[in-house]
């Protein structure tokens, strides 16, 4: 019963932005992350639809996320529709794992092929700076949950969905090319996972390292793993926030993130219409 109502909530969220969209089927969507509310993609035509407006979406409540669904088109190229996620939700708010899946899948039900995930994040490698970007090329989970436990249904795909390869090779080539085409320090690494929402102790941190972590952080894996269920590419593109606990001597505070944010947020703008135009 529990998972007919869920399917239920998916194709309502999934029928009522059908409806509000004018028309728009995106191909692809872009989630935002923290500190990056000024980083939606240049787009025209756009229709806006808040998240407080569509059944079963959750509401978030981390500063920094604004909780819009935007739709429209890339500039010059009439046919490519994009969905933004103005605002993210996160584990450590109190949502449920299916939950913070539900906009995926509604979205997945409307035709995306594949997502682009940004997120901030922590580095455990002094070769990714603060300002840097980490094309993410793996991930560690260590949330504890997984989106999948418990609400398999066949029309979302394999029970076991293979987890090689999750973020989609050609679209890592391509944001890599991007990012030296923007002058944008950028590397690959593997994305480490946690729950949230205390920052890690340094301790952690040289665990994380030690099991091949290259940065930390409090989302994207969620996301990730709903997509490779239902058979979407993902590109994650995260950019760091600071250096990890143990890596420096400076006290780590989530205002510090936003405002470093609000600054990359112009260069996150960049590289997401050049991705978004050559996809």
């Given at each position: 019963?529990?998972?007919?109502?869920?399917?239920?909530?998916?194709?309502?969220?999934?029928?009522?932005?059908?409806?509000?969209?004018?028309?728009?089927?995106?191909?692809?969507?872009?989630?935002?992350?923290?500190?990056?509310?000024?980083?939606?993609?240049?787009?025209?035509?756009?229709?806006?639809?808040p998240?407080?407006?569509?059944p079963?979406?959750?509401?978030p409540?981390?500063?920094?996320?604004?909780?819009?669904?935007?739709?429209?088109?890339?500039?010059?190229?009439?046919?490519?529709?994009?969905?933004?996620?103005?605002g993210?939700?996160?584990?450590?708010e109190?949502?449920?794992?299916?939950?913070?899946?539900?906009?995926v899948?509604?979205?997945?039900?409307?035709?995306i092929?594949?997502?682009?995930?940004?997120?901030a994040?922590?580095?455990?490698?002094?070769?990714?700076?603060?300002?840097?970007?980490?094309?993410?090329s793996?991930?560690?989970n260590?949330?504890?949950r997984?989106?999948?436990?418990?609400?398999?249904?066949?029309?979302?795909?394999?029970?076991?969905?293979?987890?090689?390869?999750?973020?989609?090779?050609?679209?890592?080539?391509?944001?890599?090319?991007?990012?030296?085409?923007?002058?944008?320090?950028?590397?690959?690494?593997?994305?480490t996972?946690?729950?949230?929402?205390?920052?890690?102790?340094?301790?952690?941190?040289?665990?994380?390292?030690?099991?091949?972590?290259?940065?930390?952080?409090?989302?994207?894996?969620?996301?990730?793993?709903?997509?490779?269920?239902?058979?979407?590419?993902?590109?994650a593109?995260?950019?760091?926030?600071?250096?990890?606990?143990?890596?420096?001597?400076?006290?780590?505070?989530?205002?510090?993130?936003?405002?470093?944010?609000?600054?990359?947020?112009?260069?996150?703008?960049?590289l997401?219409?050049?991705?978004l135009?050559?996809?």
């Amino acid at each position: 019963m529990r998972i007919k109502k869920y399917v239920q909530a998916v194709r309502r969220a999934a029928a009522y932005i059908k409806k509000r969209s004018g028309g728009l089927a995106p191909d692809s969507l872009v989630i935002l992350g923290s500190g990056l509310a000024g980083a939606s993609p240049d787009l025209t035509g756009k229709k806006i639809i808040p998240y407080k407006d569509i059944p079963g979406f959750p509401r978030p409540t981390v500063s920094g996320h604004s909780g819009r669904l935007v739709l429209g088109k890339v500039p010059g190229r009439a046919s490519k529709t994009v969905a933004v996620m103005q605002g993210r939700f996160h584990y450590y708010e109190g949502h449920a794992m299916e939950d913070i899946a539900l906009p995926v899948r509604a979205l997945e039900y409307l035709g995306i092929k594949r997502i682009i995930a940004t997120s901030a994040v922590g580095s455990m490698t002094k070769t990714l700076k603060p300002g840097d970007i980490c094309v993410v090329s793996d991930h560690i989970n260590l949330m504890g949950r997984n989106p999948l436990r418990a609400f398999h249904e066949e029309e979302f795909g394999d029970m076991f969905p293979d987890m090689a390869n999750a973020y989609t090779p050609a679209l890592r080539k391509l944001a890599l090319k991007s990012c030296r085409r923007l002058k944008i320090n950028a590397k690959e690494g593997v994305y480490t996972a946690v729950g949230g929402p205390s920052y890690e102790t340094p301790a952690e941190i040289r665990a994380f390292s030690k099991l091949g972590g290259s940065i930390v952080g409090m989302s994207v894996i969620p996301e990730t793993i709903v997509a490779r269920q239902m058979g979407l590419e993902i590109l994650a593109l995260s950019w760091i926030s600071n250096m990890a606990a143990g890596m420096s001597k400076e006290v780590l505070s989530h205002p510090d993130v936003l405002a470093l944010g609000s600054k990359m947020a112009v260069r996150m703008r960049e590289l997401l219409n050049d991705v978004l135009a050559k996809t």
